[in-house]
């Protein structure tokens, strides 16, 4: 008769744990944003558990901190912004740890919120947000009575604490690659300038891994010439756009204030070095001077211009490629002079175009060169994306700029 009751009691245990993993796995969170799955998921994890509180709190890895962004019965955490330093408190404990912690004594468990104590909270249990083996911030549940939490119960909130990091990570990926698109996109121009004498056409493409920082730039000078910039910031995602938004602004501001584009890229490099150390780019800076029929180029470790003259000679520019930015020392840049005659084009690239896992670099380079030709900027643009590109998604990001003299 024991063996019976004691089936049974373990069958409706084994049904209950059943219904909790559905509460939390439910289909309808599918169509939920961030806020509200968060703020329905809390509050199913608070009547299963029947405990009075639950709290997430996500990462910020610029400022090390954990930020609380959802709140069942401690809204206050959120509402008053709670940021709990990395390493600090209980909360930190359990981003330290990665691993469940308890506590049954919040006076003396070195909590870093006062808004724990006074709530008058008198358990606690903390679980890490782990997604992809890259912690993204922590859950915890606490109640104001006494309250040991049983082996299933832990199971059951680190069940919902793996469902909470797969949805945040994968929405605030998702929020991150739009914002970061949208970062990138108004920072390359909206329209080619319509400028007497020259003729332009581009592309840029975001890359199917992840966004980075490539960026093109075209200005008039007072001097009448024109300002060309072709750029690549090391990384990707939000870091790499911001980074990449800074540099353009600071290379607008040198190109005001020095005639050699060496220069320019030398004051960016210090400027770089000192304000951001830990960022690096290629960049290509050129000075088109129409009535000379020349461009000055110079280029810190960015792959060299295409030329391509009416004669139909087709050609690298052989440039002398300096140190990247960011790791130049304050060495000194060279500037190269070329001539343009009319109807010569000159193509501008970041290495998304031309570098390949499965593929020598080489092969891809030669690829470029024989694509591109003396002819309609649009046309060639159209020609080179369908010899490099075709119908596959690049997986860095692609920039491509053509500028021909027009033709006498």
């Not at 069958?11 to 961030?34: C, N, P, W, Y």
């Not at 509180?53 to 962004?69: F, I, K, M, P």
């Not at 008198?122 to 912690?135: C, F, M, Q």
């Amino acid at each position: 008769m024991v063996k019976v009751e004691n089936s049974a009691s373990a069958l409706r245990g084994a049904a209950r744990k059943l219904e909790s993993i559905q509460a939390i796995t439910d289909e309808v969170f599918a169509h939920m944003d961030v806020d509200d799955f968060l703020n329905t998921l809390l509050d199913r994890v608070r009547q299963i558990l029947e405990v009075d509180t639950a709290v997430v709190l996500l990462l910020e890895r610029q400022a090390r901190s954990l930020v609380a962004v959802a709140a069942k019965g401690l809204e206050e955490e959120v509402s008053q912004g709670i940021r709990v330093p990395v390493g600090e408190g209980f909360a930190g404990r359990v981003t330290a740890e990665r691993r469940p912690v308890y506590t049954d004594d919040i006076t003396n468990a070195n909590v870093y919120n006062p808004l724990l104590v006074q709530r008058g909270l008198r358990a606690l249990l903390g679980v890490p947000l782990v997604a992809g083996g890259t912690l993204v911030g922590i859950l915890h549940v606490g109640s104001l009575t006494e309250r040991r939490f049983t082996e299933d119960e832990t199971e059951f909130l680190q069940l919902a604490a793996a469902r909470i990091a797969m949805a945040v990570h994968s929405l605030i990926s998702r929020a991150e690659r739009a914002g970061v698109l949208e970062l990138q996109r108004s920072l390359v121009p909206d329209a080619l300038p319509s400028i007497p004498g020259v003729e332009f056409a581009a592309r840029y493409l975001p890359g199917k891994a992840s966004v980075g920082g490539d960026w093109y730039d075209i200005f008039p000078l007072p001097s009448g010439e024109i300002g060309i910039v072709m750029g690549d910031v090391a990384g990707h995602g939000l870091p790499a756009a911001v980074v990449m938004g800074r540099m353009r602004s600071a290379l607008r501001a040198y190109a005001l204030e020095a005639d050699d584009p060496a220069e320019v890229l030398r004051k960016l490099d210090r400027k770089m070095q000192h304000f951001e150390p830990e960022a690096t780019a290629t960049v290509l800076y050129a000075r088109c001077d129409l009535e000379r029929g020349r461009v000055r180029v110079s280029s810190a470790g960015h792959w060299p211009p295409v030329l391509a003259l009416p004669d139909g000679d087709v050609k690298f520019l052989d440039l002398k490629t300096d140190i990247l930015i960011g790791l130049g020392d304050d060495m000194p840049h060279q500037t190269t002079t070329v001539t343009l005659p009319p109807g010569a084009l000159l193509c501008l690239y970041t290495d998304g175009l031309v570098e390949r896992r499965n593929s020598e670099i080489v092969h891809d380079l030669s690829r470029l060169r024989d694509a591109v030709y003396a002819g309609p900027p649009e046309a060639v643009c159209t020609a080179v994306m369908s010899a490099l590109i075709g119908r596959e998604t690049a997986e860095d990001d692609v920039a491509l700029l053509l500028m021909r003299r027009t033709p006498a």
